[in-house]
């Protein structure tokens, strides 16, 4: 199984001043090539909604559906780099564009390309939320957004726990339960365009069954701290509307996925006093919980 936890392989190497132990078995190889005529091999074209202010769309050589051994994709980023992989393949080549830079090609190599190359390679499906491990048992954070899921995260990190993930938690169903597989070694506990964040030593570095989800509720500054169990629909509305890389041609797949999570772990809605000063507050909350689930 390749474990999303550790850096991928760039060609040339991307310099840096620290690096983040990890479990690969296989390493993800990104490399510079030259494959001008794509447009004319790959003729099916997805469009996505602008994203950190770029158009992006997705490429291939035959009708949208489940992938194929062999079949050929590309990921366009406008201005920046186009990535190309086939089906099958552990490698993935880049033409650079006219905006090219080394930081842009690890921002959209690790943070979107890889994601969007592991759901279509239906290696790992994955949730928008925030993950950290408790006493070792990984437990994510999922909220609507400026709902306190990037605060949260961060809190849990500064009062030491291991983070698996900032923003994009890849997980695969095995026997046993769902694993959390963590992701690259960044945290952006901020809003800021093309930034993979601030680097994050305190990694969990094994993949995990899923202990607990939790979703974050706003509530007033004087709320009380709660935390009830989820179930039926609520519960299968909260992963789907926290569901990541929706493509439409997967959505059978995903549906499976979620439904077989909504069975087989936990979801907690908490409140979450919106205030700065009672977050030490809801982490006892949910730590003091996590024990008991």
């Not at 079949?71 to 993935?92: E, M, N, R, Y």
Request: negative net charge.
């Amino acid at each position: 199984m390749i474990a999303y936890n550790h850096y991928i392989k760039f060609i040339p190497e991307i310099k840096r001043e620290k690096r983040a132990f990890g479990t690969f078995e296989s390493i993800i190889t990104i490399k510079e090539s030259v494959y001008e005529n794509w447009k004319n091999d790959l003729t099916y074209q997805w469009t996505f909604f602008n994203n950190q202010g770029r158009d992006i769309s997705l490429y291939t050589n035959r009708e949208f559906s489940r992938t194929l051994y062999g079949q050929s994709w590309a990921f366009d980023v406008k201005d920046v780099a186009t990535f190309f992989w086939t089906s099958g393949s552990l490698t993935l080549s880049y033409n650079a564009q006219e905006y090219f830079t080394s930081e842009l090609l690890e921002y959209w190599s690790l943070h979107i390309v890889l994601p969007i190359f592991l759901t279509i390679e239906e290696r790992y499906d994955f949730l928008h939320a925030g993950a950290v491990e408790v006493e070792g048992e990984p437990i994510l954070f999922v909220a609507e957004s400026f709902g306190g899921k990037s605060t949260m995260t961060d809190f849990f990190i500064k009062q030491n726990h291991p983070m698996i993930s900032d923003d994009k938690v890849a997980l695969r169903e095995e026997e046993g339960g769902f694993l959390a597989i963590s992701s690259h070694p960044h945290h952006r506990p901020y809003r800021k365009m093309e930034d993979l964040g601030y680097f994050v030593d305190n990694m969990a570095h094994d993949p995990k069954p899923i202990h607990a989800i939790y979703e974050l509720d706003r509530a007033a500054a004087d709320a009380d701290i709660s935390i009830t169990e989820l179930s039926g629909i609520e519960k299968f509305k909260t992963l789907r509307f926290s569901s990541e890389i929706n493509l439409s041609f997967l959505k059978s797949k995903r549906f499976d996925f979620l439904s077989n999570l909504a069975r087989q772990v936990p979801v907690y809605k908490v409140t979450v006093p919106w205030d700065m000063e009672r977050l030490n507050e809801v982490h006892d909350a949910i730590c003091e919980h996590s024990k008991g689930v």
